[in-house]
């Protein structure tokens, strides 16, 4: 088992920056792929970003390219979400999770998710 608790979310205006943190506990590697998600009321879970083990490869959804950035610190079982020029549509709950084989921006590919954090980016 591994659990895993986010935090970092909160009310931001547009264009402003957070900083997300996912925190790894139990079984935990540094060998697992993690993902970063969201959700909007009434929507699907979306990917977001993912990160390889080493941190050398990483996938970006198109919506966030340029303004989110992830990166892990696996001596602290800790993966991050940089978020800047946060937008209104940014607004989600966000969820870390770990992957564990098939398309990588499936939600169905990932497995051990975290209770997530608001983000909610005001107009």
């Known amino acids: 088992q591994v659990q895993l608790v986010e935090s970092g979310g909160g009310l931001v205006q547009t264009g402003g920056s957070l900083r997300l943190s996912c925190v790894a506990s139990g079984r935990t590697s540094s060998t697992y792929t993690m993902g970063w998600f969201r959700q909007a009321p009434g929507k699907e879970r979306d990917f977001v970003a993912a990160?390889?083990?080493?941190?050398?490869?990483?996938w970006n959804a198109d919506s966030v390219k340029g303004r989110f950035t992830i990166s892990r610190d696996n001596a602290h079982n800790t993966v991050y979400l940089q978020m800047n020029t946060l937008k209104p549509e940014d607004t989600a709950v966000y969820y870390c999770?770990?992957?564990?084989?098939?398309?990588?921006?499936?939600?169905?590919?990932?497995?051990?998710w975290g209770q997530g954090t608001q983000v909610t980016v005001s107009a």
């Open positions: 999770a770990v992957y564990r084989g098939g398309s990588i921006y499936s939600n169905h590919a990932y497995t051990y």
């Open positions: 990160i390889n083990w080493s941190g050398g490869n990483t």
